[in-house]
């Protein structure tokens, strides 16, 4: 699957605002929004600008696809998904971006971001209900468990993960054992129990008309 490549401290910059996308270090002095708070790009500044509601609308889309690294299409195929679905497509949308497996890691504290944790999945060291799962876009279900293999928990990272994962914040829809670092599915998330970067309602706006 095609995937974003390039620096992602300039899409934090071009949104005006802090995504997350490095984890920690976004927390840090080293944080470029902090450093050169100002859209990417030559003679470009941070003055105040009239926004028309189309703009508004397609840079909240634009937020979504950063937080959880989609591209356009697989992000459009998701907001159609979503459209099928009973009941508000905004709320579905972001359940269906919350459910995925890449993400459910991440919030479960397994990775410091999402594409930190979309590469624990690739390479095969998490386990959905005792099988390996390598597929970061796969969504999980109400009673899943999510735990990391045998084999990868003799690793130096994971070693690390059992002395920082205690700092923690866990999502009331996922419950941890901090233990031995298994995750569980408690209920499908709602948009209460979900914290955004983004307007859903804006972005449901951009793909109607």
């Not at 976004?26 to 470009?44: L, V």
Request: hydrophobic share 30%.
């Amino acid at each position: 699957m095609a995937r974003y490549t390039g620096p992602v401290c300039r899409l934090c910059r071009r949104s005006g605002e802090k995504l997350f996308l490095k984890g920690m270090r976004c927390e840090t002095p080293k944080c470029a929004e902090d450093k050169r708070p100002k859209p990417p790009g030559q003679g470009t500044s941070r003055r105040r600008r009239r926004f028309s509601d189309r703009a508004i609308q397609l840079r909240e889309k634009q937020k979504a696809r950063y937080c959880y690294g989609f591209l356009e299409r697989q992000f459009h195929k998701t907001f159609v998904l979503a459209e099928k679905q009973a009941g508000i497509t905004g709320e579905n949308l972001l359940v269906l971006l919350e459910r995925r497996l890449d993400n459910v890691v991440y919030r479960l504290g397994f990775a410091d971001s999402r594409p930190q944790a979309r590469q624990l999945v690739r390479h095969g060291h998490i386990l959905v209900n005792g099988r390996r799962n390598n597929v970061p876009s796969s969504l999980v279900k109400e009673g899943d468990t999510v735990k990391w293999r045998e084999g990868s928990q003799k690793s130096e990272y994971y070693k690390q993960l059992t002395q920082s994962i205690e700092s923690k914040t866990v999502l009331t829809w996922l419950s941890l054992d901090r233990q031995t670092l298994t995750g569980q599915v408690v209920s499908l998330p709602t948009p209460e129990q979900i914290d955004t970067h983004f307007d859903g309602k804006a972005v449901i706006e951009y793909y109607s008309r």
